[in-house]
Structure formats: structure tokens, C-alpha cells
């Protein structure tokens, strides 16, 4: 019985199952998704040669994650948290998934956004242990002997990346992986898929940040990025390789640059089940806040304007999902796209542009509609002109540029519009669009307010606004959870959609108008398996999976992490 044999063997187990293990002692104690620490009983720990190599008092897992909770807030900063965390991951598994899911709202910005920001800035320096597997391009011949390397047989969920748009901040090669690894962990700790199915990888086809290729300690391949026709056979060889090693599995495209975002989701979407988070899941969970935003409003989304603030991949994917809503509500396709207007680092998109890339294209304002918007000089028609001309109700930042949401144009919003819809979605923290203290401020109160990333919520002459965090979180693990569960053929828009209603109906702002737009964090297991339900819903509609019993099929997949009876293998 090898490693992959033994950890396939805690995928399978029921609750209350016993473990038989090929290992002991201090091999045991080094295998993560075993180890229980001082939680060996001392009946497991005379079998398993474990005697004398843990302290004689037997704890509970409970006791575990109360010390490992004091160690966490020990730390005397976030970067240094997110690294206990990590380590706390690689050395026990179990431990480190029960602490996250005790303390989900305090540890999410941690393992994941913002912190990871600064995480894969600094990955090649905070490397401990290596996670998933990292794919170079001068080993593209040996992809399915890599894939085979992965430490578990059974891979249900593969989050991707090629680290070129790490969050807001760039290129980060290699250090890009600590994104899908952080996905992962919130794919387990929210959605409960099982930690053994899941697998992060690092597409490496080197990088154009100057400060990582002259890094001394860069850990990912020295080389520019390579493009075009190389860069395409590169991901295709690692396309068809995950085809062959893992047919079925649910993959993620994650952080890929917008000029490759689309582009590898439209290619193969249809090939083999997957989906582009930053399209698709940040569309949905905007969607499902916007629901809920309208709501308060008293008006249908049809009948509000947007503006949205970054044109690239998850700003065109966020009109494209409310373009949906809008038809689903009676518009027709082309009343509802002129609704929308998209502007980007060269100002408003309009139709007599020629360097649009193809997905900004159905997007882009009539230039005839728009020309007398700017007076007297060449430049770009910006926001405020926007504000000025279009009077949008819905204004969503996705662009990565801190405080381009200024005080004029919010107070002139809110001059015309009784409730202002503001998303500053842009994440980590440093480069959100606005704060919430300011646009409560420059809008008396009125707004309606969610974020990219975690902020407090604000007091306002009396009152508490509560800031919803319009996290990805909220969807992609239901969706991975639902897909699984029937294992659906392919992901669809329709998926999408129903998971962007399903969060809405989650809204405590549906049942009392001053709530938070969205659900606490706290609620992401709860909010997780309501998607779950809905995606699997939706594809048995599509005719993407078969069969019935969706509930009892969804339970089923659901791990929470405990610690199981072990017992020696025979022979």
C-alpha cells in the first residue's frame, strides 16, 4: 500500500470507518492528511509506533484547534498568519481545515484575499514546502508524467494559473501559485470538497516582472513569457494531458491576463468541464449582490444604467451576466447592452475604437450616441462624463486603480439617483476603487455598498451600514460542489445564473432593507450548499448530468473535517 493508496483510502472512508495505514512512526507523523498529532489515542499509538513521539496526554481535535488558535493570533502580522496557516496545512490537514472552517470570517482574509496578495509577491521567499505541481514550459514534453506525480489518484477540482494577473497586481510568475492553493482551501473550507481531490497548479511559462527575474531566490523559470503559437501548444499539451490523467475533473482558469482569459475559455469550454473564475464567478456573485441591491431600490435591474469601471475580463464578464438578467426580464439583447458603458484605461468603449479586443466589442456604446459627451479637446470620455450624460444608478469598479471613484462624480451620482449602487470591487484592499467611509460620506448614507475585499462596516450619523464583501467565495465552491455531485458534463452560463439567484435569495438585505447585501462569511457552508443545489439543479435542466436525488447526492459530498479511527494494514 503506497501513499496515493493510503490517501485514496481517506477519500473513500465513511464517518466512523477505521483508517488502515502502511505507515508508522514518524513516517505517519509527516503524511498531512493523517496526522493527528497529540489526537492519537494510545491504543493507535502502540499500534502505529507512534510511543514516546508525542507528548503522553491525548487530546481532542478540539483542544487542537483551540492552541493552534492562540499560535494564529500570536503572529505579529497578517503575512506572517497566512504563513502559520500554510504550514499548519502541510503538516496537518485536518487540523488546519477544522481551525478554518471554526473561524472562516477571521481566516478568509488570511489564506485568501488580501493577504495572498502579498503572498505571492513574496512566495519565493516564504516558500517552506511545495504544494501542487508547477509546470515549466522547458518540461512541456513531460506534462503527463508530471500530472502522474500528483500525490493523489482521485482529482476532482484543479484550480490553474500561468500568475500573469495575480489579483490587482500584476505579473508574479511562479509566486502565482499561492492563488490556487488559497482557492482550494476555500473550495474545502466553504464548499467541503474533500482537500485529497483537489490539486493547484502552476502553468510556468516564465514572466516579464523584471524584480522576480533578478530575485536571486526566484523559484519559477528565468525566462520571459513566451506568447503566441508557443504560449497556445503549451496550454493545449496541458489541456489534453489533464484529459487523459483526469477525465472528468473540474478545472478552474484563474488569474490568466485578459488577452488569454477569454480567449482559453471560449476554446475550451466546450471540451472539457470548466470554467474562468474571474469571468463567470466574479459575474455571479456581483449578480447575486446586485439582486439584492435592486431589491432595496424597489426597481428591476432592467430599469437601472451601469457603468462599470475596467473593461478586461471580469468587468465584461459582469455586464455580459447582467446583460442575461436584464433579457430574462423582458428587455431585448440590444436595449439591455445599451444600458452599459464600459470604460477601460483609454475611456469609454465605443464602436469606432479599433483596438477593442473581441469579448469588449458587443459592449461598446454606439460612437454616434456618445461624441458630444467631451468638449473641446481629444481626450477620452471618462467617468465623470459618464455620470454627467448616462445618469448610471449602478457604478462597479473592477480596475485595479485605487480611488478612481472620486468624490465628484459619487456626489453627483447620488444628486440624481435617491440610491446609489457603488462596487468597488478591485482587490487586495490597496487598490479598490473607493472606501466605503467615503462613499457613505459622499452620499449622506444613502449607498449601497459592496466590496472586493473585507472592510469594516461604517457608522454613519447613528447608523451602521454594513459592508458586504462581494467575494468569489460565496459561488465558486457551491459550483464546484454542485458540479460534482451530478457529475455534470460541462459548466454553463446557466449554471451561473442559478447560482447568482441562489446567493440573492441568501441575502439578509432581501428580508430587511438595512442588512448587508450579502450573507456573513460565517454562513459560506450554509450559502455554499444552497448553490450547490441550485447548479445541480440547472444542469439536470441542461441535460449536462443525470438523475434525481439531487439533496442526498450534494450531502454526500460534503467533508468536514474530523479525525477518523486508524489501525495498522496488515502484512
Same mark, same amino acid.
Given at each position: 500500500m503506497d501513499v496515493k493508496t493510503a490517501i485514496s483510502a481517506t477519500i473513500e472512508a465513511d464517518d466512523g470507518d477505521v483508517l488502515e495505514v502502511p505507515f508508522t512512526g514518524q513516517l505517519l507523523l509527516e503524511r498531512a492528511m493523517l496526522n493527528k498529532g497529540t489526537a492519537f489515542t494510545h491504543q493507535e499509538r502502540r499500534e502505529l509506533g507512534l510511543l514516546g513521539l508525542l507528548p503522553p496526554h491525548t487530546e481532542t481535535l478540539e483542544q487542537q484547534v483551540t492552541r493552534a488558535h492562540e499560535a494564529y493570533q500570536d503572529k505579529s502580522t497578517d503575512l506572517e498568519r497566512h504563513i502559520y496557516l500554510r504550514q499548519l496545512q502541510d503538516s496537518n490537514a485536518t487540523l488546519f481545515y477544522r481551525l478554518l472552517v471554526d473561524h472562516l470570517a477571521e481566516l478568509m482574509p488570511i489564506i485568501y484575499t488580501p493577504t495572498v496578495g502579498r503572498a505571492c509577491e513574496r512566495y519565493s521567499h516564504i516558500i517552506r514546502r511545495p504544494r501542487g505541481l508547477f509546470i515549466a514550459y522547458p518540461e512541456r514534453d513531460e506534462i503527463d508524467v508530471i500530472l502522474e506525480n500528483a500525490s493523489s489518484p482521485q482529482v476532482d477540482v484543479i484550480v490553474v494559473t500561468d500568475g500573469e494577473r495575480i489579483l490587482g497586481l500584476g505579473d508574479q510568475g511562479a509566486g502565482g501559485m499561492g492563488i490556487p492553493i488559497g482557492k482550494l482551501a476555500i473550495y474545502t473550507a466553504c464548499g467541503g470538497i474533500h482537500p485529497a481531490t483537489t490539486l493547484p497548479i502552476l502553468l510556468d511559462p516564465g514572466t516579464n516582472n523584471r524584480e522576480r527575474l533578478e530575485d536571486p531566490l526566484y523559484i519559477g523559470w528565468r525566462h520571459e513569457r513566451i506568447t503566441g503559437d508557443d504560449y497556445d501548444a503549451f496550454v493545449d499539451a496541458f489541456v489534453q494531458a489533464v484529459k487523459r490523467r483526469f477525465p472528468g475533473v473540474l478545472l478552474q482558469w484563474e488569474d490568466f491576463a485578459r488577452h488569454n482569459a477569454h480567449r482559453l475559455l471560449d476554446r475550451y469550454r466546450d471540451e472539457l468541464c470548466s470554467f474562468n473564475d474571474d469571468i463567470q464567478g466574479t459575474a455571479a456573485v456581483t449578480a447575486g449582490a446586485l439582486l439584492a441591491a435592486v431589491a432595496v431600490t424597489g426597481r428591476r435591474l432592467r430599469e437601472h444604467t451601469v457603468a462599470i469601471v475596467g473593461a478586461g475580463s471580469a468587468g465584461c464578464g459582469i455586464a455580459e451576466q447582467l446583460v442575461a438578467v436584464m433579457v430574462e426580464e423582458g428587455l431585448s439583447e440590444r436595449d439591455a447592452r445599451a444600458r452599459f458603458f464600459m470604460i477601460d484605461r483609454q475611456g469609454l468603449l465605443h464602436d469606432a475604437m479599433g483596438d477593442l479586443q473581441p469579448f469588449q466589442r458587443d459592449l461598446a456604446q454606439p460612437k454616434d450616441r456618445v461624441i458630444g459627451w467631451r468638449q473641446g479637446?481629444?481626450?477620452?470620455?471618462?467617468?465623470?462624463?459618464?455620470?454627467?450624460?448616462?445618469?448610471?444608478?449602478?457604478?462597479?469598479?473592477?480596475?485595479?486603480?485605487?480611488?478612481?471613484?472620486?468624490?465628484?462624480?459619487? /456626489?453627483?451620482?447620488? $444628486?440624481? &439617483?435617491?440610491?446609489?449602487? +457603488? *462596487? %468597488?470591487?478591485?482587490?487586495?484592499?490597496? @487598490? !479598490?476603487? #473607493?472606501?466605503?467611509?467615503?462613499?457613505?460620506?459622499?452620499?449622506?448614507?444613502?449607498?449601497?455598498?459592496?466590496?472586493?475585499?473585507?472592510?469594516?462596516?461604517?457608522?454613519?450619523?447613528?447608523? /451602521?451600514?454594513?459592508? $458586504?464583501? &462581494?467575494?468569489?467565495?460565496? +459561488? *465558486? %465552491?457551491?459550483?464546484?460542489?454542485?458540479? @460534482? !455531485?451530478? #457529475?455534470?458534463?460541462?459548466?454553463?452560463?446557466?449554471?451561473?445564473?442559478?447560482?447568482?439567484?441562489?446567493?440573492?435569495?441568501?441575502?439578509?438585505?432581501?428580508?430587511?432593507?438595512?442588512?448587508?447585501?450579502?450573507?456573513?462569511?460565517?454562513?459560506?457552508?450554509?450559502?455554499?450548499?444552497?448553490?450547490?443545489?441550485?447548479?445541480?439543479? !440547472?444542469?439536470?435542466?441542461?441535460?449536462?448530468?443525470?438523475?434525481?436525488?439531487?439533496?442526498?447526492?450534494?450531502?454526500?459530498?460534503?467533508?468536514?473535517p474530523r479525525y477518523r479511527p486508524m489501525r495498522r494494514r496488515p502484512g
Open positions: 479637446d481629444d481626450r477620452p470620455i471618462e467617468l465623470s462624463d459618464v455620470i454627467e450624460h448616462a445618469h448610471p444608478t449602478i457604478l462597479i469598479g473592477v480596475s485595479g486603480q485605487p480611488g478612481v471613484f472620486r468624490e465628484e462624480s459619487i /456626489r453627483a451620482m447620488a $444628486a440624481y &439617483c435617491e440610491r446609489p449602487i +457603488v *462596487f %468597488p470591487l478591485s482587490n487586495p484592499t490597496s @487598490r !479598490a476603487e #473607493a472606501t466605503p467611509a467615503n462613499l457613505i460620506s459622499w452620499t449622506d448614507g444613502r449607498a449601497l455598498i459592496a466590496t472586493g475585499s473585507p472592510f469594516d462596516d461604517v457608522e454613519h450619523r447613528g447608523r /451602521r451600514h454594513p459592508i $458586504a464583501q &462581494c467575494n468569489n467565495s460565496y +459561488v *465558486f %465552491p457551491g459550483v464546484g460542489l454542485g458540479v @460534482r !455531485a451530478v #457529475a455534470a458534463r460541462r459548466v454553463s452560463d446557466g449554471m451561473f445564473m442559478a447560482a447568482a439567484r441562489a446567493l440573492a435569495d441568501a441575502s439578509p438585505a432581501r428580508r430587511d432593507p438595512s442588512g448587508a447585501l450579502l450573507p456573513p462569511l460565517a454562513d459560506a457552508r450554509r450559502v455554499a450548499r444552497s448553490i450547490a443545489l441550485a447548479v445541480a439543479e !440547472a444542469a439536470v435542466h441542461e441535460g449536462l448530468a443525470d438523475g434525481d436525488g439531487l439533496e442526498a447526492r450534494v450531502d454526500a459530498r460534503v467533508w468536514y
